[in-house]
């Protein structure tokens, strides 16, 4: 073995869900929303004059964080933006998580933060979820070097109440606690009616899933000033210019579109609600759904049987190796005919 390669760091990366390129198939693996972003983005897109592209963008981002700050109601120096919230995230591990003591997440959760931890050098410790893949906040009270928690969790869609999430800060008051909320948007009251009551909390927020824009790669956090001047610190240190200036004209047009936003959500959630008596009649077991999927085991199937059986047809739905876990699989809730498609192959399954 030559040295260069003794002094190589190797790391295990995160498996992204599969993007098969092809032209007809169900895609349910991924938990991208199944319809178009608002056609102000498109229009943002369209109407972009390409000239400007010689210029590198503002990295401040400050049309993009000011038109954030005003739809959540803060002040611009609480909001960060990054390329997707894994951007926001990773940067916010190399920020906040810097204690040898263990950083927390759950056991059963998104499967990143695991692989940042590693990345970074960061300690961590897994608290168990409970037997229904609950959050008992008991698990969080112990001496930690920081907090990540999905609401509603990945993969399994439940979502935790806020008084749940704030008797973790109540016990948490001396290290940074995360809440991602990539998928907030389909479920019910967000952390971020914490961030003026908790200095030590930050909110993760992705245009991915329920805004349709996966593609761009927008992700934003907020938190109080001092934690995001913290993060801003070290995106400097790291890369000054993340959004392109595509991306951050696309975003900022998004958020002007609160009624088609509110009606992709509704028509998401009904197809969830439908999708869920659905699998109900067919004997599948799931936790309520908070997000845009669902996590269905069935008590007389294998989930990799299932998942091969279905991808025979290209109908895509995620499965996880995982011990707790591999008798699952995650459908994201498409469009009503993608639906349609998934059950007609589940019928046909012996
Ligand atoms: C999808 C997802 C992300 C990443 O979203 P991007 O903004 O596309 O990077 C982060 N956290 C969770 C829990 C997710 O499911």
């Not at 948007?185 to 329920?210: I, P, Q």
């Not at 509110?262 to 004997?283: F, N, S, V």
Request: proline content about 6%.
């Amino acid at each position: 073995m030559k040295l260069w390669q003794d002094k190589i760091r190797r790391v295990t990366p995160y498996t992204p869900g599969e993007q098969p390129q092809k032209a007809r198939m169900v895609k349910l693996n991924t938990n991208e929303n199944p319809y178009p972003p608002s056609p102000l983005a498109a229009e943002a897109i369209r109407r972009f004059d390409t000239d400007r592209l010689r210029l590198y963008p503002d990295p401040a981002m400050t049309e993009l964080v000011e038109a954030l700050a005003a739809y959540h109601g803060v002040a611009a120096d609480m909001v960060f933006a990054g390329v997707g919230s894994d951007d926001v995230i990773a940067m916010a591990f190399q920020t906040y998580f810097n204690s040898d003591k263990p950083i927390l997440f759950p056991d059963v959760t998104y499967s990143f933060y695991s692989v940042w931890a590693e990345l970074f050098g960061i300690p961590y410790a897994r608290p168990k979820l409970d037997a229904e893949f609950r959050i008992d906040a008991s698990t969080y009270f112990g001496e930690n070097g920081g907090i990540i928690i999905p609401n509603p969790n990945a993969p399994t869609s439940i979502y935790e109440p806020l008084e749940s999430i704030e008797e973790i800060l109540r016990h948490n008051r001396d290290v940074v606690v995360i809440i991602d909320e990539a998928y907030i948007d389909f479920a019910g009251a967000s952390a971020l009616e914490l961030v003026d009551t908790y200095d030590n909390l930050l909110v993760v927020r992705t245009f991915s899933k329920s805004r349709s824009m996966a593609g761009m790669r927008i992700g934003y956090a907020i938190g109080c000033a001092e934690l995001i001047k913290a993060l801003n610190d070290v995106k400097y240190s790291f890369n000054s210019y993340t959004l392109n200036r595509l991306s951050i004209a696309a975003g900022t047009a998004s958020l002007k579109d609160e009624a088609y936003f509110a009606a992709q959500i509704e028509k998401i959630k009904a197809t969830r609600a439908k999708t869920a008596a659905r699998l109900k009649d067919m004997g599948f077991v799931f936790p309520e759904p908070a997000a845009n999927f669902i996590f269905a085991r069935h008590p007389q199937r294998r989930g990799e049987d299932l998942l091969a059986f279905l991808r025979e047809r290209d109908i895509y739905v995620r499965h996880f190796k995982e011990e707790r876990i591999r008798e699952y699989l995650r459908i994201t809730i498409g469009t009503e005919e993608e639906m349609e498609q998934l059950f007609c192959a589940l019928a046909e399954y012996q």
